[in-house]
């Protein structure tokens, strides 16, 4: 019978749920989230408790077995909206600790190596590819097969959070607020902010600013010392937009409409490369008659 | 004149200029200065004619003392004349890239009283801005052919890629729509940025970021097509050679748009703009920079014209049909690239996959490779994909058909209708 485990959503509740699965020695199950659950029928559900030091556990296991790269891989999976999301990270973490441990020989995929001391009967001993050569693997590092159906699914996401994270840094765009604060809107289709947020905090460094994603009901704070992630549930009234930034997004939009060469409109092109889902949250393209009225506010 | 008309004129002066990249270098952001470069670049938005915009374009000033035919801004043209104070410029920038609107700026200028006196212009304006306001952004700065090497190296380390404008692919065409320009006068520069670039890299009493403070993210040129004679063959070879003997990181080409009416230049009732072959140029750039391809493999004295309906991949795959099909689990990396519709992100994969197990189309689809254009010219295991027959007419026709098609529903498509939420089109 089908095993769903479920977790509170939190990170710490999935890492849990992966502990227990790896425990349980039900590395096949399903995971899901409790609030937002369609149960099946025929399938057990299993709620698990969230626990910090099995989520530890699993953060140190990974680290040390499949590296940082993974850590980092892992983090950014579990800021997907796609629904399967938690479930595809429990696979991967199945068919990783199973396949490629750093660190160990693993006979079944280093073929080569064996190969060259064995030379099949009546067979020339092969000439081993050199370190830099064409097919050359190193032993202590096996490769992960990206094209197996799991780990091909979480790469996809990986890549989709990955987009999302760029698309961020494209098309933020930050108002001045009077007490020079920086406020931006954005809304993007992955939990991106906890991600973008070190970029911005570092490129930015000089100016407070805030970036709310009104999808994830995340806003992230920077006030020129720390950064803080907080769930904007309530409306938190904030400051008045500057004089100087209507002045400052008029002239952006004129500098925006005269670097357009007419005889070469192509509005698809754009379309394709600045997603018309972003439009509204963009300087650029506000109505003229946008600018009269003051934008913020709204829930946050 | 206020701010807002002088930036109008300014950008509207500068939109014919391509090269509009952020990228090349890759510098970590400092506490205490405002921002950062990363080596990919970032596009911030994109205009209604799917250009892409990255970094505040502008001209220092539209005054121009040179009158080529082919510029909006000749001396000889009527319009609105505008200059910016270097301190009104560098505020500019500021307040646009704190709002994340920009990667950083542009610089370029018309010719002002003489070269020095106009490069001694954008020299200040960048110093204000990396100097006083602590601006740790991208700069991409054109040199003005003819000023004096001491204001070649201010720049240098000011900006993060400097470019010198070669203008058109002959020095006979150049003689003859910029008779105030000479093609060696516009190479002296190229020739002493480069060695600018390697003098400071070889540097060894300098530490190894300091070593790349001159131009760090290279140098640049471009050049008008379709505006004189010259075939694709002569513009794609001239690219080659200033690749590789004056090391630049791009060489840009703009298809010639007529903005004047002059006897020496194409009829604009007459001649189309050449979009399409600028298109085709671009890609054959491509494949010289990134795909192993030299300039005979791509063109030929004997056709000195691009393609126009097939890209030049496809039609280098058609003329050597006997290479194909690649067997995709065995051909080498250097052939992976060479098949139509693969390219440098599906070689990877295949190459890296391909290790593991042994590919199949399925395994294709799941790694993320396209095959509209790639099943003409692959087998799996020994098998073409269903369906599909090896034949050399066939496939030319299959590719143009495509080509043909996807070009006529491009025009027929118009912005979805979401587009009308907010407002139709008023920004155009």
Known sequence: ?300 | MELLDKLAILSDAAKYDVACTSSGVNRPAVPGKLGSASNAGCCHSFTPDGRCVTLLKVLMTNVCVYDCAYCANRRSNDLPRATFRPAELAELTIAFYRRNYIEGLFLSSGVLRDPDYTMEGLCRCLELLRYRYGFNGYIHAKAIPGCSPELLTRLGVLADRVSVNIELPSAASLARLAPQKQASGLLQPMHYLRDGIHENFQDKRLSRRRRTRFAPAGQSTQMIVGATPESDYRILTLSAALYRRLELKRVFFSAYLPVNPDPLLPDPATTLTPFRREHRLYQADWLMRFYGFKVDEIIDTEHPFLDLELDPKSSWALQHSGLFPLEINRASYDLLLRIPGIGLRSAGRIFRARKERCLDFDALRRLGVTLRRAQYFITCQGRMRSGMLYDPVFIERQLRADALSRAQHRHARVLPGQASLFGSSTWV
């Open chain 1, 1 to 300: 019978m089908g095993l769903t485990y479920l977790y509170d959503g939190s990170p710490e509740g999935f890492l849990s749920a992966v502990f227990v699965a790896f425990a349980e020695q039900r590395r096949d199950a399903e995971l899901a989230v409790q609030t937002s659950l369609q149960r099946r029928l025929g399938q057990v559900y299993q709620p698990v408790l969230t626990d910090p030091t099995k989520a530890a556990r699993v953060q140190r296991g990974v680290r040390a077995k499949l590296g940082a790269k993974d850590m980092d891989w892992l983090r950014r999976v579990f800021c997907s909206d796609a629904p399967d999301k938690d479930t595809t990270a429990l696979h991967y973490l199945d068919y990783a600790f199973s396949h490629c441990p750093v660190g160990t020989h693993r006979p079944i995929f280093a073929t080569n190596q064996l190969q060259s001391v064995i030379p099949a009967p009546g067979c020339a001993q092969r000439t081993l590819p050199q370190p830099g050569q064409d097919g050359w693997r190193d032993p202590h590092k096996p490769g992960l097969d990206i094209a197996a159906p799991v780990v091909a699914r979480y790469l996809s996401l990986l890549r989709q959070v990955n987009n999302e994270v760029e698309k961020a840094r494209q098309f933020i765009r930050f108002s001045e607020l009077e007490g020079g604060l920086y406020y931006a809107r954005f809304e993007p289709k992955a939990n991106v902010v906890p991600l973008v947020l070190p970029y911005f905090v570092a490129r930015l460094n000089i100016q407070a600013f805030i970036i709310y994603d009104p999808r994830h009901d995340l806003a992230g704070l920077y006030d020129r010392h720390h950064w803080y992630l907080t769930p904007a549930k309530q409306a938190i009234g904030l400051p008045a937009q500057t004089l100087g930034e209507k002045q400052c997004a008029k002239l952006w939009r004129t500098f925006f409409k005269s670097v357009t060469i007419k005889q070469r409109l192509n509005p698809r092109c754009q379309a394709n490369f600045m997603p018309l889902r972003f439009w509204k949250d963009l300087t650029e393209l506000q109505p003229e008659a946008a600018l009269e009225r003051p934008v913020i506010s709204e829930g946050f």
